[in-house]
């Protein structure tokens, strides 16, 4: 009886095992392949109790320089901890494919103090040099915590819609 039991568990344990790698594997493969082409995109990350996401990255024409783009990083922070945040974009580092450090572009750039529980949106700029993906570093200047990012896709909002 003792036999037949430790006969049936390890068969069972085997086919359970092997079916297990079967059914995991194209799933694995699936989820590679579409967080590839966005990035981190959509995807929040903790930095010292601050939860920041990246839900868009726009190309932008920049509006002094003909010819030359600013990288618009949409931005929201959830405040996920008891007392009062501070979230600031000059927090944030972005390089290109060729690992130089992008320049901050003066707009409307988020930096704000976060009451607990609240959530703010906003935007970082940079002006692009070189191409992508785009590797995005956020470090909180008290703790030293950081995070990071990659831009895969950057939505390109430069065309001219009137050659269409």
Not at 35 to 63: F, R
Not at 75 to 81: D, G, I, V
């Amino acid at each position: 009886m003792g036999i037949c039991i430790l006969t049936l568990s390890i068969f069972l344990t085997g086919c359970m095992s092997g079916e297990k790698e079967i059914k995991d594997e194209p799933k694995i493969m699936q989820k590679q392949t579409d967080s590839t082409a966005k990035g981190d995109i959509g995807q929040e990350k903790a930095v010292s109790g601050v939860s920041i996401g990246i839900e868009n990255a726009l190309q932008l024409e920049h509006p002094d320089q003909k010819g030359k783009q600013v990288l618009q990083l949409q931005l929201k922070a959830t405040n996920k901890t008891a007392e009062e945040r501070f979230v600031d974009v000059f927090e944030m580092s972005v390089w290109n494919q060729e690992n130089k450090k992008l320049r901050i572009y003066p707009g409307d750039n988020l930096g704000t103090k976060l009451a607990p529980g609240k959530s703010v949106k906003g935007n970082g700029y940079y002006v692009i040099e070189g191409k992508g993906p785009f590797k995005v570093r956020y470090e909180n200047t008290e703790t030293k915590e950081k995070q990071e990012w990659i831009i895969n896709k950057v939505t390109d909002m430069t065309e001219d819609t009137s050659k269409k």
